[in-house]
Nanobody
Framework: QVRLVESGGGLVQPGGSLTLSCAAS????????MGWYRQAPGKQREFVAT???????KYGDSVKGRFTISRDKARSTVSLQLNRLRPEDTAVYYC?????????WGQGTQVTVSS
């Protein structure tokens, strides 16, 4: 069993920034990748970003150029820097890992972009 704990959500004005963090209970190298998804009210869960064990990254089209994913291997932590936020970025953001073909999710952290 893997435990994921997210932090860093909140309320921010359009154009602002936030940093989300996710701490895993297992070593980073036990995962194929660590990443983030988000889900807005009434919508399906959407891929945001992921960082693979080898260090390469991938982003969803709607966040490319605005969000940056990074990791601290020693602390098994992955962070997501959210810049130039838009109202449509409002959602619950979930940390995700996959270990031995099993998906694990954090409890989610709310990001609200509003003036």
């Amino acid at each position: 069993q893997v435990r994921l704990v997210e932090s860093g959500g909140g309320l921010v004005q359009p154009g602002g920034s936030l940093t989300l963090s996710c701490a895993a209970s297992d070593t980073f190298f036990s995962f194929a990748a660590m990443g983030w998804y988000r889900q807005a009210p009434g919508k399906q869960r959407e891929f945001v970003a992921t960082i693979f064990r080898a260090g390469d990254v991938k982003y969803g089209d709607s966040v490319k150029g605005r969000f940056t994913i990074s990791r601290d291997k020693a602390r098994s932590t992955v962070s997501l820097q959210l810049n130039r936020l838009r109202p449509e970025d409002t959602a619950v953001y979930y940390c995700h890992v996959q270990k031995q073909s099993v998906d694990y999710w954090g409890q989610g952290t709310q990001v609200t972009v509003s003036s």
